[in-house]
């Protein structure tokens, strides 16, 4: 080991058990909020500051930015708390969003866990193993809209709503309430700590919202008259003002769903028409094929249609009145 990473791991023990040490001096508590409200001499302040350099030095390159800046007002205090939850449950430690001394000495156990690389890998293994499977085409728009560079550096950037005013997004794919309301059979709760601190919650509920997001791209794409729904479409209906910023992973004209190059899709005046499932290939091809016999059956109906008519015996008598008045009329324009 060099002398620069000897020092380095010193400095690191070091400032951990400062923050042991200052734990130690802070007043017990059942409840996240009242670390912060009973702390009449700053020490836990302290020790939260320790805390974020500690973990920042650990390899989480944005814990400032993603913890610290949630939301409007005072609302940060509540961030911390998810994310001090969230690191509770990776470290398999009771999970209350409280930051005290047996929490501080089992994160210093796992301290590996703090970096972006772990975020990383552990969104991967959701994404693998949880959720609704969507081309991975479109889970790369959202990686590259929703995060500062590739990577899942945004997974730490999550927010306890537990008073159901969340206005903006969270977790790796930056989910907002509001959006996450249209997916039907979604359990994902934004009031629940156990939720909004799971890794494999948040992505499962980004992948959700992939599936909904999928479907309104396709409006865009029979909006545009387009024969294909392109990985284009798709960003814009994620982020409609962001969406360039994923131009790099969806190119030109590449299709949203992995082997569709020309397929046609269904044009409809309603979304009564449109195809109510368009998360895979196979429902598109289900709607199309609904949408032909329908088609086929409406054909039929109006050939029958004429065909009674004509086996009706007034209907040559209309036929006849109509011929006879054709050339009473011509008569009388000649005169």
Request: glycine share 8%; with cysteine; proline share 4%.
């Amino acid at each position: 080991m060099l002398v620069k990473e000897i020092i380095l791991e010193a400095e690191e023990s070091g400032l951990a058990n400062n923050i042991v040490g200052l734990l130690k001096k802070t007043p017990s508590v059942d409840s996240p909020m009242q670390q912060f409200k009973n702390d009449p001499q700053k020490i836990h302040a302290k020790a939260r500051a320790q805390f974020r350099e500690w973990a920042t030095r650990q390899g989480l390159a944005y814990l400032h930015t993603n913890v610290m800046r949630r939301g409007k007002g005072n609302t940060t205090k509540i961030a911390f708390y998810t994310f001090i939850a969230m690191m509770q449950k990776e470290c398999g430690l009771p999970v209350n969003g409280i930051l005290n001394v047996s929490t501080m000495r089992g994160f210093v156990k796992n301290a590996s866990k703090f970096s972006d690389s772990h975020m990383n890998s552990r969104v991967e293994s959701a994404i693998a193993n949880n959720g609704p499977k969507v081309p991975r085409g479109c889970i790369d728009v959202v990686k590259a809209i929703e995060n500062r560079v590739n990577s899942w550096t945004s997974t730490y950037a999550s927010y306890h709503d537990r008073n159901g005013v969340l206005d903006f997004g969270i977790g790796p794919g930056q989910v907002e309430p509001k959006t996450y309301g249209d997916v039907k059979g979604g359990s994902f709760d934004f009031g629940n700590l156990d939720h909004v601190a799971s890794i494999d919650m948040l992505t499962k509920a980004m992948l959700e919202t992939i599936n909904l997001k999928m479907r309104f791209a396709d409006r865009l794409a029979n909006k545009d008259g387009a024969d294909t729904t392109t990985l284009e479409h798709f960003a814009r209906a994620w982020n409609y003002v962001n969406f360039g910023k994923a131009e790099s992973v969806y190119g030109k004209d590449i299709p949203m769903r992995k082997g569709v190059v020309t397929s046609p899709r269904p044009k409809s005046k309603t979304d009564k028409d449109a195809p109510k499932d368009v998360g895979d290939q196979p429902a598109l091809d289900a709607a199309i094929i609904k949408m032909r016999k329908k088609e086929a059956d409406d054909n039929a109906a109006k050939a029958n249609a004429a065909k009674a008519n004509a086996d009706d015996p007034s209907y040559f008598d209309q036929m006849k009145s109509g011929i006879g008045n054709m050339v009473k009329g011509y008569f009388s324009d000649k005169g």
